[in-house]
């Protein structure tokens, strides 16, 4: 069950470039004793990592829009590589790593923490060997802003971007149309000690050979994703959207998990002692074939505020000594729990934008009352025709996490 890779955008220039020699370019742009340096890329080098391996921590790599055929170690220096205007998606798809098929794109193995900064790129064309083909943490916590990370593989896990003991943190990322090839986590995936952070990331038609389509952790890691969109995932195993291993924990908040589709456990997938806390949380749309859930849990669910409709063929299915504890949650066919409805939550049905709720819909005003909306009607950023009170609404567009959502969703269908 291979879904092709979707192709956004022109990968046109594939040649080459060979590193200036140094010095001279250098001396253009050294803005004095004490002061960080900024290395333009053509303009100064040719490659990226010609450019890394001359600077230092602190400095800058600035990349302008074009094709770069080549993969990049940061070295284990706390350095920015960052495309010239990380806020416009256009100029981040127009400035394109593309390692041909041949490694992986972007790796830090060398003790890199937050300060190794990697923003407002496209990676493609990445080859994880085993794991990672857009981007490989191997004991090191980069920070990625505003990259879009597509059509990359893995002979085994990960095909967007893989950790081991690695705790990055992913801010507005686009993790797009990657593959596992043999395993687990055609999105992302984690093992050893890892805690990697998704913030306001769209994690969406990736596919794993084995489970967990959009992203999977491994024993003993813990991801949280939050102002997240997983959908239109797939697995040939469990776990269609999202899986959890055994002894780890998956947090999840505001987030929405939508058309993933996957053998059982569409939506995610809990094994056996893994955990699994949601909050904020709208999950519709997954299709489970043959069997069910689209949360499936061997271990242990933690639900609150959140909705569950429209999933295929039902919503939680409990295995073994699986358990969810559900609170102040809409879902179809009805969950004991205080708080729950079991009533249509009337979607606006934006495709590929993570089901909100249309006006008037049940969930509105319906979660734990002692939770507030971020933002409400009485905010200035909330649209007048649309009637919501300060208590916090069901689902992936209420409570206090909100207004995270401000600026992120216009890019998604895009
Ligand atoms: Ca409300």
Not at 103 to 126: C, H, K, R, W
Not at 265 to 270: E, F, K, P
Not at 304 to 319: A, F, Q, R, T, Y
Not at 339 to 345: I, K, R, W
Request: with cysteine; glycine share 16%; charged share 15%.
């Amino acid at each position: 069950m291979h879904r092709p890779h979707d192709s956004h955008f022109g990968t046109t220039s594939t040649s080459f470039r060979a590193p200036l020699a140094g010095a001279f370019a250098l001396a253009l742009i050294w803005a004095g004793p004490g002061r960080a340096w900024t290395i333009n890329v053509p303009a100064d080098m040719l490659t990226i990592q010609a450019a890394i391996d001359t600077i230092a921590a602190g400095d800058t790599v600035m990349v302008h829009p074009g094709n770069y055929a080549e993969s990049i170690d940061f070295g284990g220096k706390s350095i920015v590589v960052t495309g010239t205007a990380p806020d416009e998606l256009d100029t981040v798809k127009a400035t394109v790593i593309d390692a041909g098929g041949l490694a992986t794109v972007v790796s830090f193995q060398s003790g890199e923490d937050e300060g190794a900064v990697l923003a407002g790129l496209t990676l493609t064309g990445g080859r994880g060997a085993p794991n990672g083909g857009g981007v490989n943490c191997d004991g090191a916590s980069p920070t990625l802003d505003h990259c879009v990370i597509i059509a990359n593989s893995a002979a085994e896990s990960g095909g967007g971007v893989s950790g081991s003991d690695a705790s990055p943190t992913l801010s507005d990322c686009i993790i797009d149309s990657n593959f596992a090839s043999t395993a687990q986590g055609g999105g992302f995936s984690f093992s050893g000690s890892s805690n990697p952070t998704f913030v306001r990331c769209l994690i969406a038609r990736n596919h794993a050979a084995t489970r967990g389509g959009g992203g999977a952790c491994s024993d003993g890691t813990e991801p949280s994703l939050s102002n997240s969109v997983v959908f239109f995932n797939t697995a040939d195993g469990r776990g269609g959207g999202l899986a959890v291993g055994g002894s780890g924990a998956m947090t999840l908040t505001n987030c929405a998990i939508s058309e993933n589709l996957a053998e059982a456990g569409s939506g995610i997938d809990v094994r056996a002692l893994g955990a699994l806390m949601i909050d904020q949380v709208t999950v519709a749309g997954n299709v489970a074939n043959p069997s069910g859930g689209a949360i499936l849990l061997a271990g242990e669910g933690s639900i609150g505020n959140s909705v569950l409709w429209g999933n295929s063929p039902d919503e939680i299915m409990l295995e073994g000594a699986g358990s969810a504890d559900v609170r102040y949650t809409d879902v179809r066919g009805s969950y004991s729990g205080e708080g729950n409805l079991d009533v249509d939550p009337n979607f606006a049905l934006y495709f590929q934008r993570g089901y909100p709720l249309r006006a008037g819909s049940p969930c509105i005003d319906a979660a734990d009352p002692a939770v507030e909306d971020g933002i409400w009607d009485a905010h200035p950023s909330w649209p007048a025709p649309y009637s919501n009170g300060v208590r916090a609404d069901m689902g992936a567009y209420g409570g206090p996490g909100n207004a995270d959502w401000i600026g992120f969703l216009a890019l998604l269908g895009r």
